[in-house]
């Protein structure tokens, strides 16, 4: 609309001849037309039409700029002066019935309502065709001028020859002098000209998209978790200006391979083929170092070359779910808890190895004399496929060697009960551990035998786990969850550091369906060179630890990761544009009176999905004043109405409510029923009813196990209002105002 405003403002005022200053007035005057004019959006009906829901009267339409008589009131002028002033038609004025005109005599605007119009005159266009007939008459003139002086000079009769001689003579040399003159004039237009004329007297430049709306072939960096600093060769490594501290990196790594006997040397076996190795080199910042960098390098095999069957088997294991460690933060909020970290040396390096595999010597690690031999591996090395599987085999054997008790709900959570009625818990992420406990002794001598068995690091009172940002106020009960790092680094990969923020992840007007998807090869083309799915996991991954706010606009951009269109690569930045603004929020657990208990929201958007028009779930569980638990996505069948739609919700709802249930019991945090509120009322009273009447015959079976659960005391459905349902940003997009309620239901607030 912008544009149309300024070229219709353009066109209107070069026509009517008026100067760049009365832009303003012509940009009124073009609204008041578009307002006034058929939309096809609108049924061919004018905007100020539906609006004010009356009639448009266009009969006190003019041309912009055109003639314009007002009257001079009888008591302003004598009987000799004109009745009415000349002037020029330019607004239209809002709110009173009259005209806005420009004086061009005493440069002053004038508002009247007696005015007669010339809509076939343009006066400006006037003023400047006798200006320059008069310029042009006034070069002639000055050209004649030097002719006549010569003959007023002379006698009135026939000139003499001497006298005609004389006259030619100064012709000439003032047609010279004139010649000269002028082409000086030209040359200096010339030089006046030739300057502001930027593209004659410069290059043609080389047009390149902004990063920021595109990719690049020399931007594929982003895509890797590597900096530029980063080695990615040894060469590069022994070549890098910190050849030192990355020589220092790989010595250490070397010696904890030969202290774990990792492997043996062995003349390479006939029949089997050698898998490769290369070194990973990264930079990390210490969390207890003030900033200090840490320089590590890592031997990494290269498991894609293993052939299944032949090097390995089973490759599954598992990890601590993002749920749990939420859960154990609010307990630990709650009941002012010691959490603690240990991060595990070279954790692959634990696991025994069950098949035989062969590696290559390290490059810059060939021992002398024994260059033909190969690696034959004990243990389990970084880059195999069945590596973190020995491991979690490993550790969870020491672990029910020690005493602890392994989570049925979480497998890699373990417990243990002390008879002083201390509860520990220990959690695993790969070679990531978090420690909470009242008793700090206890803590000490869970790390003492952690120590004996594995190379361990101390990393003491936990500030970061897996990304996310850890701070506490143990006074107020409070413990903040955040991730504005990571938040800072994924806005900095794709080039979004200096976008303007928005107030919602996803605004109402986007409308994404499989429609909009490329269907050429050239367009396939361009948008392959776009990171849509690096984008795509990264908005994930920052939902799925700290952002529930997330989950309804990244459930949407994820659905079309095989076939993405320029829409949903907008939309995708528009989500980085509200993490811009909002990178510093976070989840804030805290202390409440009596015991800590699960409960939760459940919502659902009825036919939202525009493709095959499925519904969409969405839930979130609160603990310690903050969500642990939520989702957004897309019901597996079609509901046939609102009630089937918000039914089917609430039975996913309740099937992680069970499992939170057991899971917090394990945690030691005890409770009857969890609670889910739902603001469907038809829906809860489906559950209640256990009459398959022909409103519910049709839905699958396993849908109604909701009403077991609610039979036997697990869960609780209520009623809630709509305006307080935190799950209701889950499912589809709200207003702004709602948002931000939605926000404060769910206590994410700035950390």
């Known amino acids: 609309m912008n544009r149309t405003l300024m070229e219709r403002e353009r066109c209107m005022r070069i026509h009517a001849g008026l100067p760049e200053s009365f832009w303003a007035e012509s940009v009124n005057h073009a609204a008041y037309l578009v307002n006034r004019s ?143 003159q002028q082409t000086q004039e030209e040359e200096e237009a010339q030089e006046q ?17 902004p990063q920021r709306f595109g990719w690049d072939k020399d931007a594929v960096h982003y895509a890797l978790n590597a900096s530029e600093e980063e080695p990615t060769t040894f060469q590069e490594a022994v070549e890098n200006k910190e050849r030192e501290s990355w020589m220092e990196a790989m010595m250490q790594e070397m010696e904890s391979l030969h202290q774990n006997s990792v492997w043996e040397l062995v003349p390479k076996p006939k029949g089997r083929k050698v898998i490769g190795c290369k070194w990973v080199f990264r930079k990390k910042e210490d969390m207890h170092g003030k900033g200090a960098t840490i320089f ?173 940002e850890i701070r506490r106020d143990r006074n107020e009960g409070k413990l903040w969850l955040s991730q504005s790092k990571y938040i800072s680094k994924v806005l900095e990969k794709f080039n979004m550091m200096d976008c303007k923020p928005v107030s919602t992840p996803l605004e109402e007007h986007f409308k994404l369906s499989a429609q909009d998807c490329p269907s050429t090869d050239e367009e ?94 969405g839930y979130v569980f609160i603990c310690g004043g903050g969500p642990i638990s939520w989702r957004a996505v897309l019901q597996s069948v079609s509901a046939l109405s609102t009630t089937e739609a918000e039914y089917m919700a609430l039975t996913e709802a309740s099937k992680e409510a069970v499992w939170l249930k057991r899971l917090a019991k394990e945690f030691g945090i005890a409770q009857d029923l969890v609670v889910i509120q739902s603001d469907s009322q038809s829906a809860i009273h489906l559950v209640k009813n256990q009459a398959f009447h022909g409103r519910s015959k049709h839905i699958d079976v396993r849908y109604h196990r909701i009403r077991d659960w609610v039979n036997d005391g697990d869960i609780v459905i209520r009623k809630v209002h709509t305006n307080e349902n935190a799950s209701d940003c889950l499912t589809k997009p709200v207003t702004t105002a709602k948002f931000k309620h939605c926000l404060n239901l769910l206590n994410l607030v700035t950390c």
Not at 94 to 119: A, M, T, Y
Not at 164 to 175: F, G, K, M, R, T
Not at 193 to 209: G, H, N
């Open 38 to 180: 058929p939309l096809r959006n609108l049924e061919f009906k004018c905007a100020e039409e539906v609006w004010s829901n009356k009639s448009i009267d266009y009969t006190n339409l003019k041309v912009f700029g055109c003639s314009a008589y007002a009257l001079i009131p009888s008591d302003k002028r004598s009987k000799l002066k004109p009745k009415s002033l000349e002037c020029i038609f330019i607004e239209f004025e809002s709110g009173v019935k009259g005209f806005k005109l420009w004086d061009p005599v005493n440069h002053k605007k004038i508002l009247s309502r007696d005015v007669v119009f010339d809509e076939k005159t343009m006066p400006m266009n006037k003023i400047k065709n006798s200006e320059a007939k008069e310029d042009v008459v006034e070069r002639e003139t000055t050209i004649e001028v030097p002719l006549k002086k010569v003959f007023r000079e002379t006698s009135q009769e026939q000139p003499t020859e001497d006298v005609q001689e004389e006259v030619e003579s100064d012709i000439e040399e003032e047609d010279a002098g004139q010649q000269q």
């Open 193 to 209: 000209v030739e300057p502001s004329s930027i593209a004659r007297s410069r290059p043609k430049r080389t047009i390149k998209p």
């Open 296 to 468: 590590k390098a890592r031997l990494v095999a290269k498991g894609y070359l293993q052939k299944e069957g032949v090097d390995y088997d089973e490759i599954f294991s598992p990890v601590v779910k993002h749920t749990s460690i939420r859960l154990l933060l609010s307990f630990v909020a709650q009941e002012n808890m010691e959490v603690e970290q240990m991060d595990v040396k070279t954790a692959f390096l634990h696991g025994d190895l069950e098949e035989d595999i062969y590696i290559s010597q390290p490059q810059g690690f060939i021992e002398a004399s024994k260059e033909n031999l190969v690696c034959r591996l004990k243990k389990s090395l970084y880059g195999l496929k069945q590596s973190p599987r020995q491991w979690n085999k490993c550790f969870d054997s020491f672990m029910m060697k020690i005493g602890y008790r392994r989570c049925e709900s979480d497998c890699c959570v373990y417990t243990h009960a002390f008879k002083d009625g201390n509860f520990i818990l220990l959690l695993l992420y790969v070679d990531d551990m978090l420690i909470a406990c009242k008793d700090m002794s206890k803590i000490q001598e869970l790390k003492t035998l952690l120590g004996r068995e594995f190379d361990m690091k101390d990393l003491g009172s936990t500030q970061k786990i897996l990304g996310m």
């Open 524 to 617: 396939k083309e361009d948008m392959s060179k776009v990171p849509y799915a690096s984008l795509v996991g990264c908005l994930m991954y920052a939902m799925v630890c700290t952002r529930p706010d997330l989950a309804q606009a990244v459930s949407v951009v994820s659905r079309y990761m095989a076939n993405p269109a320029k829409q949903h690569w907008t939309v995708a930045k528009w989500i980085l544009m509200y993490l811009k603004g909002t990178k510093r929020i976070g989840i804030l657990f805290e202390r409440q009176q009596g015991k800590a208990c699960v409960s939760g929201y459940v919502d659902s958007d009825y036919a939202g999905d525009l493709d095959k028009r499925r519904s969409t779930t």
